[in-house]
């Protein structure tokens, strides 16, 4: 998969709009970028993926940037139930497997 | 919404004993993957299934392990004889497509844990 960096933690205000950043420079015309989290020891959750445009969809909003080379996440009402770690993942064409890194562990705030 | 299940959610074993780990996946998908997370370290990808076959397997995938498809429904992980480093979480996941293409769907794991 393409290399994906992301800061390892962040904090939010619960209510306010959680900002996950992710760096995928090496990421090739055709590859999507996807983003999973995973709340304490349950099973990775997809949440949404995007090619070149913005997407939305219930969960979030994913923006990437023109040249591609970064995305952000951007869950828009926090809520406790949003503390989780985030991955954000490129696979590469032809793998039939998802690289997991160690994601950004984002932490809601009362 | 449909969804990936998993058991047992929890098993407890003695190294050298088999264990089998049980999935069922989305009824649609074509696609199946096992992976692992030892506690406290990130998700690692052992193995994908499609069309009856392994289409690719992880260093960690060694003939200790193997996987069926036995009846269009379940797909199960055996581990022949468990270490104590078999000890992780395992999720199944599926899929519609291929990784780049589709998103995976994981189900909520089983806790293997090797005495």
């Known amino acids: 998969d393409a290399k994906t960096t992301q800061p390892t933690s962040m904090d939010c205000a619960e209510g306010r709009a959680a900002n996950l950043p992710c760096n995928h420079s090496?990421?090739?015309?055709?590859?999507?970028v996807y983003w999973y989290r995973q709340i304490h020891s349950q099973g990775p959750q997809y949440i949404i993926h995007g090619l070149k445009n913005n997407e939305t969809n219930e969960m979030a909003s994913l923006i990437i940037t023109e040249d591609r080379k970064s995305s952000t996440l951007i869950l828009p009402h926090a809520t406790l139930r949003d503390t989780a770690v985030y991955y954000c993942?490129?696979?590469?064409?032809?793998?039939?497997?998802?690289?997991f890194g160690t994601g950004t562990r984002l932490t809601i705030i009362p | 919404e449909p969804e990936v299940t998993q058991t047992p959610s929890h098993q407890v074993t003695q190294m050298g004993q088999e264990v089998i780990l049980r999935c069922v996946p989305i009824s649609n998908h074509l696609y199946f993957y096992w992976y692992r997370q030892i506690l406290g370290q990130k998700v690692e990808f052992l193995v994908s299934f499609y069309n009856n076959e392994i289409s690719e397997k992880s260093e960690i995938f060694d003939d200790q392990f193997s996987v069926e498809r036995p009846d269009g429904s379940n797909f199960t992980l055996k581990i022949r004889s468990t270490k104590l480093e078999d000890s992780a979480m395992y999720f199944c996941?599926?899929?519609?497509?291929?990784?780049?293409?589709?998103?995976?769907?994981f189900g909520n794991g089983t806790r293997l844990t090797v005495t």
């Open positions: 090496t990421i090739s015309g055709n590859e999507y």
């Open positions: 993942i490129v696979p590469n064409f032809g793998n039939e497997k998802l690289t």
């Open positions: 996941a599926s899929s519609v497509r291929t990784v780049e293409n589709s998103p995976l769907h």
